[in-house]
């Protein structure tokens, strides 16, 4: 049985989703309403999935996904997010969180979206794929070394995704198997958050290195 | 107060105004002194204090007009000027004509200069020259000559009153940039607040609405289809617009208030500018598109409106997975009125420089697909301008 933690700093919305996957048959092992709670609950229960809204009241959905990849490396997060809140979503996914999906979207595709993170699927919608192609191009575009890049074929499928097409529907069009349409898809946020944690390394030694250096 | 002032930009200029009152008051006394000292060369001794009585009750008339809110205006400033000229002219009647030809000391003296700095205090630059030139060219008219001593007058009149007229234009312009940043930071601020209240309340009711809604049957389906469109509304009304400026917006934040429940709005997180007007007619371009999706896409069809920044060129792309058109059938189709809005949306883009391609397959929706240049090539502006002006 698939064990799913849901944080969500919103007691109402919080307990109802963590009702309605529980009738769809999954082990909710607990809920957290912040940040801190979030990370720490997560590495004593290690669910399988955490469902985690970005904007958990004071802290934030991005922190704690980063905390909860990082103490947690066999836990997926699966962020159920608002449209509005588009810069926290490529933040978050940057962080580590293998998917995104929109809180309006209905009981079904929650579920289909929380077994899909289970398996080791990446679950897009098309805004997430709109993110990402911004994203590429602006590390394309920016002088930064080693940006990671697409490839034809992956900015090919990456702008069906943004277009609305289900992984099915790209499968036929380029005629490709299912399969590598979906390794395409996450293949492009792999790379994207190997980059991210490259970095975030490369700027936690440079602030080492700054912060030994003998005070004048 | 003035209609065209804001409540900031009168507090501002009210310290020029009292320096007015101040120097007006002090070239009195000055004027009542040098007086005293020359008291013998006046044929009237009468007659000159009786001009210096004048001159006194307009001092205190203008200083209480110019002390009031509603007073601080070129009206005021103008009518000073008439008022002090005329002054300055009874002069002829407490000095002999050869008298004033030569040395004789002018009973107003530097008293005269007061209008001009009003009139730069309510003008600017150019109001502080004109009164340097009246009052100026007044006192050479009663000299009749051109001396040093009337060229030196005068360029201290004209120097003084330039200068007052920046400052005031400068003070005047601060306090407006003041007044209009003051403005958006309590916007932001009253937005943040909003938008805190509105998430942590009306939009988790309204997203549980939308979850738990089909779960009651027909009747709380469509509860739900309303939340979601409020949902979405309230969205697009609490997000940023990053600020336009230099005739660009941004083709995203313009595009974001289309979605609704089955429309979603696909752009990349950085602004995407582009000259205001061709962001306005891609904006009609978009609705056109949509609303054909509405009629012929056929019932529950969803759109996707995507927008890509591709450098030096723009890529937008409205795309349903509705019904769709059969191969070959596409002329037809024209001709059925299913796309009915093919050639006005071809016409827009073309004029705006941009290239537009339609795929569609049945079964397989619907795709516009719009490729622009970040800058407008030479002479599509015109088609533009004559496109905007019907």
Request: proline fraction near 5%.
């Amino acid at each position: 049985m698939t064990r799913v933690m849901v944080v969500d700093d919103h007691p109402m919305w919080r307990e109802g989703v963590a009702r309605d996957l529980g009738d769809r048959g999954y082990d909710v092992v607990a809920t957290a309403g912040d940040a801190a709670a979030a990370a720490r609950i997560a590495a004593t229960m290690q669910p399988d999935v955490v469902v985690m809204d970005l904007q958990l009241g004071s802290s934030s959905g991005v922190d704690a996904t980063r905390e909860v990849v990082a103490r947690s490396p066999r836990t997926r997060v699966l962020v159920l997010s608002a449209s509005a809140e588009q810069p926290d979503v490529l933040d978050a996914v940057k962080a580590g969180a293998s998917g995104y999906l929109v809180k309006s979207a209905s009981l079904d595709e929650l579920d289909d979206a929380v077994r899909r993170t289970a398996d080791g699927d990446a679950v897009f919608s098309a805004g997430l794929a709109g993110l990402l192609l911004g994203e590429y191009r602006r590390l394309r575009d920016a002088p930064e070394p080693d940006a990671p890049v697409l490839s034809d074929r992956e900015t090919e499928v990456l702008r069906l995704v943004a277009r609305g097409l289900s992984a099915r529907q790209i499968a036929t069009r380029l005629t490709l198997s299912h399969r590598t349409v979906e390794n395409h898809v996450q293949n492009t946020l792999r790379k994207l958050q190997l980059h991210n944690r490259v970095e975030l390394t490369r700027y936690a030694v440079e602030q080492g290195l700054t912060a030994d250096e003998p005070a004048e | 107060m003035t209609g065209t002032r804001s409540p900031a930009e009168t507090d501002a200029m009210l310290p020029l105004w009292r320096a007015i009152v101040v120097f007006r008051g002090g070239a009195m006394l000055v004027a009542i002194g040098a007086f005293w000292l020359d008291r013998e060369v006046y044929p009237s001794f009468a007659a000159a204090v009786g001009l210096l009585a004048a001159m006194a009750v307009w001092t205190v008339i203008s200083s209480i007009v110019y002390l009031r809110p509603g007073g601080q205006n070129a009206r005021a400033a103008v009518i000073d000027l008439a008022a002090t000229l005329a002054l300055l002219s009874a002069t002829v009647l407490v000095q002999p004509w050869p008298a004033l030809q030569t040395t004789a000391p002018i009973l107003a003296s530097v008293w005269v200069a007061g209008p001009v700095l009003a009139l730069a205090a309510a003008l600017g630059r150019d109001g502080g020259l004109a009164g340097a030139l009246a009052v100026g060219g007044a006192l050479i008219a009663l000299r009749q000559r051109i001396g040093d001593q009337e060229l030196f007058n005068l360029t201290l009149l004209v120097i003084s009153g330039v200068t007052f007229g920046y400052v005031a234009t400068r003070i005047r312009a601060t306090a407006q940039q003041l007044h209009v940043a003051l403005a958006a930071e309590m916007a932001a601020v009253e937005r943040e607040r909003l938008a805190r209240t509105i998430h942590d309340g009306v939009l988790q009711v309204l997203a549980a609405v939308q979850r738990r809604g089909p779960a009651l049957g027909p009747d709380g389906a469509e509860l739900a289809a309303l939340a979601a469109d409020q949902e979405i509304a309230l969205r697009v009304l609490m997000s940023r617009q990053p600020p336009a400026g230099e005739g660009r917006s941004d083709l995203t934040s313009a595009l974001r208030p289309a979605a609704t429940a089955r429309i979603e709005v696909v752009a990349p997180v950085d602004p995407v500018w582009l000259p205001s007007p061709v962001v306005d007619e891609l904006v009609a371009v978009v609705r056109e598109a949509l609303t054909n999706v509405e009629r012929h896409a056929g019932p529950g069809a969803r759109a996707w409106v995507v927008v890509e920044d591709l450098g030096t060129s723009i890529s937008l792309s409205v795309r349903d997975n509705g019904a769709g058109i059969e191969a070959g059938r596409l002329d037809r189709a024209v001709a059925d009125g299913r796309l009915g809005v093919a050639a006005s949306i071809r016409g827009r883009v073309h004029d705006l420089g941009g290239r537009v391609a339609l795929t569609t397959a049945a079964g397989d929706g619907t795709e516009w697909e719009i490729t622009m240049p970040k800058e407008p090539p030479a002479g599509h502006g015109a088609a533009l301008a004559l496109r905007r002006s019907r």
